[in-house]
């Protein structure tokens, strides 16, 4: 006869049991909110809960920012080790209790470093899309060339004309039956190539307008004087 799993969480890569001594120690000490219903603490220990759930997706170097203390940071990386479902459950019902200690600027920074991670996906997604215009368009257009190097001038142009024709010398035929199943026609080499030129060259010139300006005497090697 199979024996039933014992009810409990993680605490610093050790089992707490429900209803133990350590159990009820842990759960006195994170108890802080006073004056609130049972409906408002259940709200809040789900919203945070959910937030600490977020928590687990977050970049490495965003979650090193926030500097969280060692007790919840310890309970995610518990939570990241458990694949039984009931198990991970009561681990994120702990993670929620934790995170009821964090203050309101701790919180606040989670909030934050989620935000800047959504908004890098989003800003590197865009930059793709724009990457693949810019490949399509010079593929396309013998027009889009001159434009091209005016906001780019650093691209290598006998590289990028070789890989405009060869693209367009490999692009297949239109295939009317494959287009009416939606089947993208495959794409060769030169194609490919000259979608990463044209992000790599995008994504220099970003990288060199976020770079600060240098004065003359730091070119130099000297620091500015001070009035």
């Known amino acids: 006869m199979s ?18 001594e350590l159990d009820l120690q842990l759960k006195a000490e994170l108890k802080g909110t006073t004056g609130a219903t049972k409906t408002d603490l259940k709200r809040e220990m789900e919203s945070l809960q959910a937030l600490g759930g977020e928590l687990l997706t977050l970049r490495a170097d965003l979650f090193a920012r926030l500097q969280l203390p060692e007790k919840l940071q310890e309970a995610l990386a518990d939570a990241r080790r458990i694949t039984n479902f009931e198990g ?8 929620g209790k934790l995170m009821r200690k964090l203050d309101d600027d701790q919180v606040a920074a989670i909030q934050s470093a989620l935000d800047e991670q959504r908004s890098g996906s989003a800003a590197e997604k865009l930059a793709l899309h724009q990457a693949e215009h810019w490949r399509d368009r010079l593929i396309a257009d013998d027009a889009a060339l001159q434009p091209w190097l005016q906001q780019y001038p650093g691209t290598d142009t006998q590289q990028l004309r070789a890989l405009i024709r060869q693209a367009r010398k490999d692009a297949p035929p239109a295939d009317r039956a494959a287009v009416s199943q939606g089947l993208a026609p495959r794409k060769g080499r030169a194609y490919r190539e000259l979608f990463q030129l044209v992000r790599a060259q995008m994504s220099a010139a970003l990288a060199d307008n976020d770079t600060p300006a240098h004065t003359d005497d730091e070119e130099d090697g000297h620091a500015p004087q001070q009035p």
Not at 10 to 17: P, S
Not at 88 to 95: E, G, L, N, T, V
């Open 3 to 20: 024996r039933k799993p014992q009810k409990g969480y993680f605490v610093k890569g050790h089992f707490v049991a429900e209803g133990s």
């Open 88 to 95: 991970k459950r009561r681990q994120m019902q702990f993670i």
